[in-house]
């Protein structure tokens, strides 16, 4: 039996079955007991399986505010189908974009999960966020900045770091990301996904919604890579932007680092170094 009480942050985390994701849902679960936890996963037995190891490993008190949703993000009708199946009544206290996939993909398969799938799950689960003040967390890579600076084409280079030059906002960002080539793929949908944060941010200005790395984390998406931190030092980032205070009092559609410091879209910050700073492109939150 699941219990969501009014006072419940109820958060959904796609692609929560294994990985970063599912050690979000631990530390939304353990950290902070107002938490409700919808664990999004493509395949129901999954779901299932990751929802008993968290039962298992974080006690049968968790049982109640923890719930699977069947949830695949690279297809329109699932997304559609899972955003219709949760209950109006009580609204989302936000949403992580967590579902994602690495290398070795068409720029296709990979911009349409790094990239539409947060796109349609933002779009599908929108009239569920609490507003003002529901929160939207991206979870992005090291690899989208990287990607724009070794981009030799200037003018795409200059849409995606600065994405309020994009004349046809979110429309023409979708073609481009329909149309980019390149051989990076992953860090192309990486990089589409930080443009389209901002502008996101900037057509929900009741929203508080940004992009964030977990950093360089051992799991199947880095297997063999040499990656060496576990999945629970990756939940960190993801989860400082959806429940800290302090960012709700910032200005969002930003890119943060893995040390929860904002961090250039055009090149890479490394933890530890000085923060960036820009505000040509503030977005400041509405409060009403
Ligand atoms: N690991 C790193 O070092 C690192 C660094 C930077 C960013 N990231 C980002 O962190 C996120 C999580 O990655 P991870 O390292 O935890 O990878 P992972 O262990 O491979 O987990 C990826 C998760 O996404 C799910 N997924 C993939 N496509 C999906 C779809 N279409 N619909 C729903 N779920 C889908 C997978 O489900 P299945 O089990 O069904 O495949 C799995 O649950 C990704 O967005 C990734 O880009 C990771």
């Given at each position: ?54 039962i ?27 955003a ?5 009544d ?118 508080i ?15 063999g ?23 709700a009092?910032?200005?969002?559609g ?7 410091v ?6 890479y ?20």
């Amino acid at each position: 039996m699941s219990t969501v009480t009014p006072s419940s942050r109820r958060i959904l985390v796609t692609g929560a079955n294994k990985g970063i994701g599912k050690a979000i849902c631990e530390r939304l679960l353990q950290e902070w007991d107002d938490t409700y936890v919808l664990l999004g996963s493509r395949d129901l037995q999954r779901g299932e399986e990751a929802k008993a190891d968290l039962i298992n490993s974080l006690g049968d008190s968790c049982k109640d505010r923890l719930q699977v949703i069947h949830l695949d993000t690279s297809s329109d009708e699932s997304v559609q189908k899972a955003a219709e199946s949760i209950s109006g009544d009580d609204k989302l206290y936000g949403i992580i974009n967590n579902a994602g996939i690495g290398f070795g993909r068409s720029m296709e398969e990979t911009v349409n999960t790094n990239y539409f799938g947060p796109r349609r799950v933002n779009d599908a689960f929108g009239k569920h966020l609490k507003r003002p003040g529901g929160r939207i967390v991206n979870v992005s890579s090291a690899s989208g900045p990287i990607f724009l600076q070794n981009l030799s084409d200037a003018s795409l280079k200059g849409k995606l770091n600065q994405a309020w030059t994009i004349p046809g906002g979110l429309e023409e960002l979708d073609t481009i990301a329909r149309t980019i080539k390149g051989g990076n793929e992953y860090g192309a949908s990486k990089a589409l996904l930080n443009a389209y944060t901002f502008l996101y941010a900037k057509a929900n200005k009741d929203l508080i919604i940004n992009a964030i790395t977990p950093g360089y984390i051992k799991t199947d998406l880095t297997a063999g890579s040499g990656a060496s931190n576990p999945p629970s030092k990756g939940a960190v980032p993801p989860c400082w932007l959806m429940m800290d205070e302090d960012v709700a009092h910032q200005p969002t559609g930003r890119y943060y680092g893995s040390d929860c410091v904002r961090s250039p879209m055009d090149c890479y910050r490394g933890p530890g170094e000085e923060p960036y700073v820009n505000n040509d492109d503030l977005v400041e939150v509405s409060k009403n």
